[in-house]
């Protein structure tokens, strides 16, 4: 982005913003970045009238289309999966910090409130799946499952496509790893057992802070940490491998919970760990920062200043192996927290694998290796 693009970008920023002068309750967002892809911006100058005065409660729709593929290659080399398929584009959670929120432009959408209003249905997800599991080419090999958006965010209690992409892998044996932070995973306890018996599923949930106040404020629309945790114990004994994802830890909100997380998620049963530091790439800059000056104005500056030390100076970095731990004294605080808690509380300790060796077609006898 150039430097007329980069003014024009926090111009109409600026603008959108001065919209909302009241807090939009429900939302992490609080106002539409503008469109990086998109050469004309929509505006409101002035409300001129009663009649244009928009309600601060924003509905949250459901666009319903038909896909031509669910399934994505992974190019990142920080992430262990080859592949991931998300049935719903955008989520309702609305966490403030989601990496996901630029990949909404591609779809034409803002990264702010469209994001988290504007759900996009994927209504054929489950026969894209069937019919690219179906290729002689593909290799099986683990899925995952929510490597975008949340795959059990509010939309899947109406449509129940993480449900019909379940039972799609559980027909095939193709092993699937999961990650949400949303205790309707619940419900489809009984597939994810039968995937569990012949070592096809994994799972993770994301947990971020206990102080329910910042929970409230900067995932909206998520289930509480003891739900969470509830979530890991249930599913942990029903004889599902579950994890905990610590992202991101954010200095001065919540890093200094990552030892009560830890320890909490392994007294629950959970057996492996994860982290990311905080990191604002694209328009999560423009939206993170209003969100934390508008929340949190006592320590604002503080917060921001320690992210910036994490990343070189900048709150962003692009560089694979770097962006998501971060550098400098804060971030390294963190790793070191991080190791040492692990360590402490036995996480990560055994080497395990999902098992892709028992993958079959419908029709074949199975695979022989």
């Not at 970008?9 to 913003?17: R, W």
């Amino acid at each position: 982005m150039n430097q007329q693009l980069k003014q024009d970008h926090f111009k109409v920023a600026a603008q959108q913003k001065e919209e909302n002068d009241q807090y939009i309750p429900g939302r992490g967002a609080q106002f539409n970045t503008p469109n990086r892809f998109l050469k004309n911006q929509q505006v409101k100058e002035e409300i001129e009238s009663i009649d244009e005065y928009e309600e601060q409660t924003i509905r949250t729709q459901y666009i319903e289309q038909q896909v031509k593929s669910i399934v994505n290659k992974v190019e990142s080399p920080d992430l262990s999966m080859v592949y991931s398929m998300n049935p719903y584009a955008g989520c309702e959670h609305g966490c403030i910090y989601c990496y996901a929120r630029n990949v909404y432009e591609y779809w034409g959408y803002s990264a702010g409130l469209d994001f988290e209003s504007k759900i996009i249905v994927k209504m054929n997800a489950p026969q894209m799946l069937r019919k690219f599991l179906m290729n002689k080419k593909y290799d099986p090999t683990p899925i995952m499952l929510s490597g975008n958006t949340d795959c059990y965010q509010p939309a899947e209690q109406k449509y129940r496509l993480t449900r019909s992409l379940l039972e799609v892998c559980n027909e095939f044996n193709q092993p699937v790893g999961i990650l949400t932070k949303n205790s309707w995973i619940i419900k489809d306890k009984d597939v994810l057992q039968e995937m569990a018996k012949k070592n096809l599923v994994t799972a993770m949930v994301s947990v971020t802070s206990f102080n329910e106040d910042l929970r409230r404020l900067m995932e909206p629309r998520t289930a509480t940490a003891k739900q969470r945790l509830k979530v890991i114990e249930e599913l942990s004994n029903a004889g599902i491998r579950m994890g905990i994802m610590m992202g991101p830890m954010i200095p001065g909100l919540n890093e200094h919970e990552m030892q009560r997380i830890m320890k909490e998620a392994r007294d629950a049963g959970a057996k492996f760990t994860a982290y990311t530091f905080i990191r604002l790439n694209g328009a999560i800059k423009f939206l993170f920062h209003d969100w934390l000056y508008k929340n949190f104005p006592d320590r604002a500056d503080k917060v921001w200043h320690m992210i910036e030390d994490g990343h070189n100076g900048q709150v962003n970095d692009t560089r694979w192996g770097v962006r998501m731990r971060g550098e400098g004294s804060i971030a390294e605080m963190v790793n070191q927290q991080y190791k040492k808690y692990g360590k402490l509380y036995g996480m990560n300790e055994d080497r395990w694998e999902l098992d892709a060796s028992i993958f079959r077609r419908p029709g074949e006898q199975g695979r022989l290796f």
